[in-house]
């Protein structure tokens, strides 16, 4: 199995920044990729940004140019530093790892998720 811890998240005024990470625990042999979601009331959940054990990043166009993010192999982190932040990226951020099984077979997991409030 696999655990994911998510941390960062709150209240901030338009402009504002906030650093959500994300710690994943538990048995896989390695650790394919990281992502961050999101999901707005009322909307669909989205894909924000994703990283892969190459450091390969890719961002969504809504966020690109704002939001980095970045990883600690060492530690199975991912971070999310968000920068200039806006009422829009209101949501509920979930952190996701793809890892490789001991068995050989990919395995998803998600975070509980963290509340992000852009409000002034």
């Known amino acids: 199995q696999v655990q994911l811890v998510e941390s960062g998240g709150g209240l901030v005024q338009p402009g504002g920044s906030l650093r959500l990470s994300c710690a994943a625990s538990?048995?896989?042999?390695?650790?394919?990729?990281m992502d961050w979601h999101r999901q707005a009331p009322g909307k669909q959940r989205e894909l924000v940004a994703t990283i892969t054990s190459g450091g390969s990043t890719n961002y969504a166009d809504s966020v690109k140019g704002r939001f980095t993010i970045s990883r600690d192999g060492d530690k199975n982190t991912v971070y999310l530093q968000m920068n200039s932040l806006k009422p829009e990226d209101t949501a509920v951020y979930y952190c996701?790892?793809?890892?490789?099984?001991?068995?050989?077979?990919?395995?998803?997991?998600w975070g509980q998720g963290t509340q992000v409030t852009v409000s002034s």
């Open positions: 996701n790892v793809d890892v490789q099984r001991y068995n050989g077979f990919r395995g998803s997991s």
């Open positions: 538990g048995s896989f042999a390695r650790i394919l990729s």
